[in-house]
C-alpha cells in the first residue's frame, strides 16, 4: 500500500469509529407522561426533523449525549417525521410547556414566521441546528450552527475537476446526474448550486436534477429511473452517503460498474456525511470516489451557544463548522476553493475528530 493509500484508509477508519460512537445509543422520544419541564434543570426542547439518514440519527445522538440531567439539561426531543407541520406542533408545544429554550434543525427553509414569531412573543430564545430558515426577521433566532453546504458542493465541484482533468477528459464528456436531497432543505439548496454553477462554468453536462430525499432507498429508486432514462450517464452526483448505497445499488443490479475509471464505463459516484460505515468502507473500495465531510456532531457546539446565553452573552449569529474530503483516490492530494487549499484525507487525530 502506497503512503497515500495508506493515509486514506486510516483516516476512513477513524471516520468508522466516529461513526459507530453512538449507533446503539439513539434513544426514542419520551412518552407524553415523561415528557415535562424540570423545576431543576435547564429545559430545551428539541424538534429534529426526521431520522431520514445515518447522519441525523447521529446528530440526534449527539444532541441527547450532550443535554443530559448530569450536565444539568432536561432535553424534551420530538422527532418530526420530515414533516413541516409535525415540527410546528412540537414547538406551539415546547412553547405551552414553558421550556428554556428551544433547538430547531428545520425541514425545508421557508414557513417558519409565524410559529418562530410566536416563540419570540414566549421570550423563547431559538437556536438553529444544522439546517437554516429562510425569514428576513433575523431576531427570530439567537443563533445558527451548521455546515457551509454550497461550500462543500464547490469542494466536491473541484474535486470533480482537478481529477478529470488529471485525466484528460474533455469537460463536455461528463454526462452527471445530481440525486437531490430533501428540495427546499438548506443542504439541498447549497449542494445543487453549487453542482450546477460548476456545470454551467466547465462546460459539464448535467442531465439532470431528481431529489432522492436523503434516503437510500428513494436513491435507489431515482437511480434506476435515471439509468432507464440516460445511457451515458458517466458522474452521479449524490447529495448524501444514503442515497449513494441506494444508487451504487441500483447501478450494480442493472450490470453496471462503479468506479473512477469513467473512461473504461464505469460509472462514478460522489457523495457528502462520511458518516455512514457502509459509505466509508465504499470510500475505502473506490465505489463512492469522494465524500465531502458533514459533520453532524452538533450537540456540544449548541450546548456551548446556550451556555453563552445562560451567561448573558450574545453568540455570533452564524457558526460555521470545518469539515474536510475524502477519497481513496490517489490523483487528487489538494483542491483549492476560493484561495483557500482543502487537502485530501487532510490527517486529524482522534481526539480532533471525536470533538469536532
Ligand atoms: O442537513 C444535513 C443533511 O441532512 C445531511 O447531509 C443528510 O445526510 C441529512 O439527511
Excluded at 119 to 141: H, M, N, Q
Excluded at 250 to 274: H, R, T
Aim: one cysteine or more; charged letters at 25%; glycine letters at 8%.
Amino acid at each position: 500500500m502506497n503512503n497515500y493509500a495508506k493515509k486514506a484508509t486510516i483516516l476512513l477508519l477513524l471516520l468508522v469509529l466516529v461513526a459507530g460512537c453512538g449507533s446503539s445509543r439513539f434513544k426514542e422520544e419520551k412518552t407524553e407522561d415523561e415528557e415535562v419541564v424540570s423545576e431543576d434543570l435547564i429545559n430545551v426542547g428539541f424538534s429534529q426533523l426526521g431520522a431520514e439518514s445515518d447522519w441525523r440519527n447521529t446528530n440526534t445522538i449527539s444532541m441527547q449525549e450532550a443535554f443530559t440531567a448530569e450536565k444539568g439539561y432536561n432535553l424534551i426531543y420530538k422527532n418530526g417525521q420530515q414533516k413541516q407541520t409535525n415540527q410546528i406542533t412540537a414547538i406551539r408545544t415546547f412553547i405551552q410547556q414553558g421550556v428554556d429554550y428551544i433547538v430547531l434543525a428545520p425541514v425545508t427553509e421557508s414557513g417558519w414566521d409565524t410559529v418562530l414569531g410566536e416563540v419570540k412573543e414566549a421570550g423563547i430564545p431559538v437556536i438553529l441546528v444544522d439546517r437554516r430558515v429562510d425569514s428576513s426577521d433575523k431576531t427570530l433566532f439567537a443563533s445558527w450552527v451548521g455546515s457551509d453546504f454550497e461550500l462543500e458542493g464547490r469542494k466536491m465541484a473541484a474535486w470533480i475537476k482537478e481529477y478529470t482533468e488529471s485525466k484528460n477528459i474533455d469537460p463536455a464528456d461528463l454526462h452527471i446526474v445530481n440525486i437531490q436531497g430533501t428540495l427546499g432543505s438548506t443542504a439541498q439548496i447549497g449542494r445543487t448550486r453549487a453542482l450546477a454553477n460548476a456545470a454551467r462554468e466547465n462546460g459539464w453536462d448535467l442531465m439532470a436534477e431528481v431529489s432522492g430525499e436523503f434516503t437510500e432507498n428513494k436513491g435507489r429508486e431515482v437511480m434506476a429511473a435515471l439509468l432507464k432514462r440516460f445511457n451515458n450517464i458517466n458522474v452521479v452526483y449524490c447529495e448524501n452517503d444514503n442515497e449513494a448505497i441506494g444508487a451504487i445499488d441500483a447501478i450494480e443490479s442493472s450490470g453496471g460498474k462503479v468506479g473512477s475509471n469513467i473512461q473504461k464505463g464505469e460509472i462514478m459516484v460522489v457523495s457528502f456525511d462520511g458518516v455512514n460505515e457502509k459509505s466509508i468502507e465504499y470510500a475505502k473500495e473506490g465505489k463512492i470516489s469522494c465524500i465531502a465531510e458533514c459533520n453532524p456532531l452538533h450537540g456540544p457546539r449548541v450546548k456551548a451557544l446556550i451556555e453563552m446565553l445562560e451567561r448573558g452573552e450574545t453568540p455570533d449569529k452564524y457558526n460555521y463548522v470545518d469539515e474536510k474530503m475524502y477519497s481513496s483516490i490517489s490523483e487528487v492530494d489538494k483542491i483549492i476553493v476560493d484561495g483557500k487549499d482543502y487537502y485530501i484525507n487532510e490527517p486529524v487525530s482522534m481526539e480532533e475528530l471525536v470533538k469536532k
